[in-house]
């Protein structure tokens, strides 16, 4: 048997759905779909084992000076760093120390995506770092209707909360720029277009969104030849995912 990336990648994606699955399970619909620290724990602990060792993650805040943020889910830092507080997953750091930022929402219509699209947006503001990953990871299952989708993939209407959210991280320096949900969306902040793309890959959306946040963490530690010699595993469409391409928001 060759090697196959495709289906790596996959498999992954399919074992990050069997783990939050199993506790589903465990827990009952009714209150999986209530907002709940398990879901951060269980992203947090399925990046513990395929990012770098070097690379912290954590949930807390972000401090600078006087100002804090609001709580973050995830906060991916560096732990070479001097660090405001930590005890085990929960710290308070620097902004020089973030590399990356990840907010978890369950089951969330337009509206509440937009509003934590808007959050993160404000959280991006303490960190000036370049290549500073910010994003929004939906596990989208509704307590009562585990097919329910917050309907990402239907182009964001003119003047909705959604679209406004999208254009307010086009303004923004380190405003979101990776969304992902259940329905096989992927979302894309494309810098020098200014440009948000959706993209439909089904069963690659997931993996896609952990292998740009491998992206971002590279050119932070400035492991860029790694990072070349890996591309074509960590994005296994060959002909590249503009084929999947659904909708844009341009800067305005």
């Given at each position: 048997m060759n090697p196959n990336s495709l289906e790596y990648q996959k498999s992954i994606a399919r074992e990050f759905n069997a783990t939050k699955d199993r506790i589903r399970y465990l827990i009952g619909s009714t209150?999986?779909?209530?907002?709940?620290?398990?879901?951060?724990v269980i992203l947090m602990n399925f990046l513990k084992r395929f990012l770098p060792d070097n690379v912290g993650i954590g949930t807390g805040f972000i401090k600078e000076g006087e100002n804090i943020s609001t709580q973050i889910d995830i906060i991916i830092y560096d732990p070479q760093m001097p660090a405001y507080f930590k005890e085990n997953d929960f710290i308070i750091v620097k902004p020089e120390?973030?590399?990356?930022?990840?907010?978890?929402?369950?089951n969330p219509d337009r509206n509440r995506i937009a509003e934590a699209v808007f959050k993160a947006n404000q959280a991006g503001e303490f960190i000036q770092n370049d290549s500073m990953f910010n994003g929004l990871f939906i596990f989208g299952d509704a307590s009562k209707n585990q097919n329910y989708s917050p309907k990402i993939l239907e182009?964001?209407?003119?003047g909705g909360e959604f679209r406004k959210s999208l254009l307010n991280a086009l303004s923004k320096e380190?405003?979101?720029?990776?969304?992902?949900?259940?329905?096989?969306?992927?979302?894309?902040?494309?810098?020098?277009?200014?440009?948000?793309?959706?993209?439909?890959?089904?069963?690659?959306?997931?993996t896609y969104?952990?292998?740009?946040?491998?992206?971002?963490?590279?050119?932070r530690k400035k492991m860029t030849a790694i990072l070349n010699n890996m591309h074509q595993h960590l994005f296994p469409i060959r002909?590249?995912?503009?084929?999947?391409?659904?909708?844009?928001?341009?800067k305005q």
């Open positions: 209150h999986w779909g209530e907002e709940g620290r398990y879901k951060e120390s973030v590399m990356g930022i990840i907010e978890v929402k369950s182009k964001p209407r003119e380190n405003g979101v720029n990776h969304i992902v949900s259940n329905d096989g969306a992927f979302l894309k902040k494309w810098e020098k277009e200014g440009s948000f793309n959706c993209y439909e890959i089904k069963e690659l959306a997931t969104f952990f292998s740009n946040l491998m992206v971002h963490l590279n050119k002909e590249g995912k503009t084929q999947f391409f659904k909708w844009e928001v341009r």
